[in-house]
């Protein structure tokens, strides 16, 4: 089992340029999870998706962000433009929920971003 | 709204045991773990249900009091392979993480 995937590892960019993450969820999760980590901010939720539909994106920062999942193996989140503020580790999960109930994530090794 | 854990850190000796807190002021439907080693993802240890049940992982063990909406993970006889930093995650509508405990175990 391959696990989460999730694309680039490490991106490192300059102020002002657009950068696209990408998580391909393990096969047959219906629940996908982007989180942003920092020292001072902790792991914070940016947006939940169930079954391809985004059901709550109240953790996403500003207008700059965006996240989509086009189908149930891809999905992906863009900072248009970047600023040094975003610079974080940024982790794709997903998980089987059943009765919309939460259940267990798995990680993926997160994407260092790096905005200079 | 975030959980509050506590300790944020601390530091054992090898073989020790250390108790970690999660409080919500929310009433909670589940209390997750999760540990994240130094430059790795976070790894589920274990969810437990409103009900008061505990559960064990190893010689990791965890409690959730629904009704003081607390939950509390020990780690007993700790090894330095439970260094790392621990999450708890509290579900009352969604799943909030809390801002973790660091755990350094020493030889």
């Known amino acids: 089992d391959a696990g989460v995937i999730q694309s680039p590892r490490h991106e490192v960019t300059e102020m002002g340029q657009e950068v696209t993450l990408r998580c391909k969820p393990i096969?047959?999760?219906?629940?996908l999870f982007w989180y942003r980590q920092t020292m001072m901010r902790g792991l914070e939720l940016l947006i939940y998706?169930?079954?391809?539909?985004?059901?709550?994106d109240s953790g996403m920062p500003e207008d700059r962000f965006s996240a989509k999942m086009p189908n149930a193996s891809f999905s992906t989140l863009k900072i248009q433009p970047s600023e040094p503020r975003d610079s974080a580790v940024y982790f794709c999960a997903s998980s089987l929920q059943g009765s919309g109930r939460a259940s267990e994530q798995f990680f993926g090794p997160g994407t260092r971003l790096t905005v200079l | 709204q975030q959980p509050v854990q506590s300790p944020q850190a601390v530091i054992l000796r090898e073989g020790e045991d250390a108790v970690i807190n999660c409080s919500s002021s929310?009433?909670?439907?589940?209390v997750h773990w999760y540990r994240q080693k130094h430059g790795e993802a976070p790894v589920f240890l274990m969810i437990?249900?409103?009900?008061?049940e505990q559960k064990g992982h190893e010689k990791i063990s965890a409690s959730f009091n629904e009704k003081k909406q607390q939950s509390s993970l020990y780690l007993t006889a700790s090894q330095l392979s439970y260094s790392g930093t621990y999450f708890c995650?509290?579900?009352?509508?969604?799943?909030?993480f809390g801002g973790g405990t660091r755990l350094m175990v020493k030889p």
């Open positions: 096969s047959g999760h219906n629940s």
């Open positions: 437990l249900l409103k009900g008061g």
């Open positions: 929310k009433a909670l439907y589940s």
């Open positions: 995650g509290t579900e009352a509508d969604m799943l909030t």
């Open positions: 998706f169930n079954n391809n539909v985004p059901i709550d």
